[in-house]
């Protein structure tokens, strides 16, 4: 099976992501684009499994009507879903696929979900990370 790292890398570049930093001891990079309004997006390669998570924003307080509306429009989105870390107040978008047979049209479809949400959604994401 080829290197998934490598494989994921490659596919990155094909797509003209720019790759902000790597590791491949970790399976790590960080990419972005900026005209998409993608930045710091995690990618992880943990076999048998592809991470992808990127920060949005962080609730003030517990807003029960913040994470209503986020739950609700995980319904809307295409590939991947809004989540919060373990602290429960980032939110991230994040999505996980299968590296045994990823391909490049897997990758390219939830980044662009990522894309499309933020082009849509921004000003709600900017409204509740005030």
């Known amino acids: 099976m080829e290197n998934s790292f490598l494989k994921v890398k ?8 720019n790759i ?8 790590s990079f960080v990419i972005e684009r900026e005209s998409e309004g993608i930045n710091n997006l995690l990618i992880v390669c ?4 592809l991470i992808i998570q990127q920060f949005l924003f962080e609730v ?3 807003d029960a009507a913040v994470y209503k ?17 373990e602290s429960g107040k980032k939110v991230l ?31 709600k994401i900017i409204e509740f990370g005030k």
């Open 93 to 123: 978008f994040r999505d996980t696929l299968q590296t045994e047979n990823l391909d490049i049209n897997e990758i390219e479809a939830s980044l662009n979900s990522l894309a499309i949400l933020l082009s849509e959604y921004s000003h």
């Open 46 to 49: 943990a076999d048998p499994m």
């Open 10 to 17: 490659n596919y990155l570049i094909e797509l003209e992501y």
């Open 60 to 62: 003030k307080g517990d």
């Open 69 to 85: 509306s986020l739950l609700m429009k995980n319904q809307d989105i295409i590939h991947g879903a809004f989540a919060l870390d």
């Open 20 to 27: 902000i930093s790597e590791d491949e001891k970790d399976g």
